[in-house]
């Protein structure tokens, strides 16, 4: 049995972390920035480690962030996850 998992100071329980991945359909279109921010979250560092990292702002992280999102149609860093995998094993 899964256990539940902390996000964003939010407890995600597993029905919620397995999610109906039917609404993800076609692979988005990423840039690589929006694959880059999106795998070093999913590393569990924070947007600002994050534009430190990449010698830019934080602004553009988020907004990389925001966009990837956007295209996945993920509310959450944990939905962003899913719909990569299960994009990945289509």
């Known amino acids: 049995m899964m256990s539940a998992i902390i996000v ?3 407890r995600i329980n597993p029905p919620q972390l397995v ?6 359909g076609q692979p988005p279109a990423l ?8 795998r070093l979250l999913a590393t569990g560092i924070t947007r600002k480690e ?3 990292q990449r010698g830019s702002v934080y602004s553009t992280v988020n907004n990389h962030a925001s966009n990837a999102f ?3 149609g993920a509310r ?9 995998d299960w994009v990945r094993i289509q």
Not at 76 to 84: G, I, K
């Open 8 to 10: 964003e100071g939010r």
């Open 19 to 24: 999610g109906d991945r039917s609404r993800f």
């Open 31 to 38: 840039t690589p920035s929006e694959l880059a921010v999106l």
């Open 50 to 52: 994050i534009a430190e």
């Open 70 to 72: 956007r295209k996945l």
């Open 76 to 84: 959450s860093l944990v939905e962003a996850m899913n719909a990569m």
